[in-house]
Structures are given as structure tokens and as C-alpha cells.
């Protein structure tokens, strides 16, 4: 399975392992040396003429990627993948509601219809679609003191629901570690922003905040224990 970053104009192509995926990582360099070969020319333009070509570097390196069907990485290809290795077992979640009140606590099993609601709010800013490239600032790095190899992504602009993504997998067996989303809706019916974590057979985390024209602010957080 491929999926796209960018940065700077780098393409990337990753592999994830969840437990049914492979995650390797590879470097193609040609956008870079085009970004880098246009920001010579610039040098002696103004800093609005050196942002246009960085502007078209990374529309480039957009294009190139979705004419080679690279696309970013998939959330519901992702919790698609993690259903198939979840499925048929007996899972039984601790279900924390926080209030202000206090803190409600159930048991809830973990069948296909409380996974795929769970899910549905993340897969709801999947950004995979070949329209969506170019539109997120990309990095990445590793970190030898966590063990860890960050994948994030921010949006350019504040229109767009999905803000922020970040991605943690393990350095040595490349299994994803945590997904975590940063949303946001605002139009003429109030705002709504949500802070979506999900750490593989730990907990699903739900923060939801909802202003209404004319309505007192609602803030909502739900979590979802798998030790149970």
C-alpha cells in the first residue's frame, strides 16, 4: 500500500506494518532537486517571489504524484486493516465518560458496530483521496531515544477539516504506535473541532468541542479502554 508525503517537495513513498502491512520507507529525490534548482534562480526575488516557488515546486511534486497514484497515508485503509486482525475476539472495553460532574464508567464489547462507529470519526478526515495532495505540509523524522519514527501533517489552510495528523510507529518493527487528529468545521451552523487519539489495543480517546450560534458551549470526552 502507498501513500504520499511531502516535504519540501520530497516524495515519499511509505509502507506501514500494521499487523497485517509492511512499512518501509524510500527517498525520491527529483522534486527536491526541481525545488532546489528554482530557488537558485529566485535568489534575488523578493520573499513573496521565493514562496511562489515553493508554491510550485510542491504543486508539481502534487501532480507527479497523483498522475503515479501516490496519495497520503490512509486512515480508513488503516482501521480497515485493523478490523481484519481484531475481528471474532472477545474484547470487552472500559467505555470512561468525563463530565463535570464526574467520571461515568461502563463495559461495552467491542463488536463490528462499536468499531466502525469509533472509527467513522476518523475516517471522516481520511485524506487519501489524489485531491487532497499538496494541500499538507509533511515531516518526518526519527527519534533514537523513543524509538520512534514521526509522520506529520498540518494543513495549509484553516478550511480544511482535517488540521493536524500525527503518526508514531516503532523504529526497529515498524508497527504504528498512535494516530492522532486534530478536525475542524466552521460554517453558518456554529464550529466544531475534535481531538481524535487512537493507540492500537490501548484506548480510542474522543475530545469534541461544539459552539452553536446562540447556544452555550458543549465540550465532550469519551475514552475507550482495551484492558478489559
Known sequence: ????????????HLYFKTPVM???????????????LLSCKETQNS?????????TAAAQGAETAAAEGETYFS????????????RGDPYTLLKLVYGTAGTDS????????LWFSL????????????AFLGKYRFDMFEDRGTEMTYLHYEAKTPELFLQKMDIAANI????VRTIYLETKKEDGSGLVTQKLQYIPDRSFQIQE??????????NMHVEYLFKY
Open 47 to 55: 520573499g513573496s517571489d521565493s514562496r511562489k516557488v515553493q508554491d
Open 172 to 175: 526497529y518493527n515498524n508497527m
Open 119 to 130: 472509527c467513522s470519526r476518523f475516517n471522516a478526515a481520511d485524506i487519501s483521496a489524489p
Open 1 to 12: 500500500m502507498q501513500y504520499y508525503g511531502q516535504k519540501t517537495g520530497v516524495l515519499l
Open 106 to 113: 461502563t463495559y461495552v464489547v467491542l463488536d463490528s458496530t
Open 209 to 218: 468541542y461544539v459552539k452553536r450560534p446562540g447556544a452555550a458551549a458543549q
Open 22 to 36: 509492511s512499512f518501509n520507507i524510500k527517498y525520491y529525490l527529483f522534486i527536491y532537486l526541481l525545488f532546489l
Open 75 to 86: 486512515i480508513k485503509g488503516y482501521f480497515t486493516d485493523q478490523w481484519r486482525y481484531k
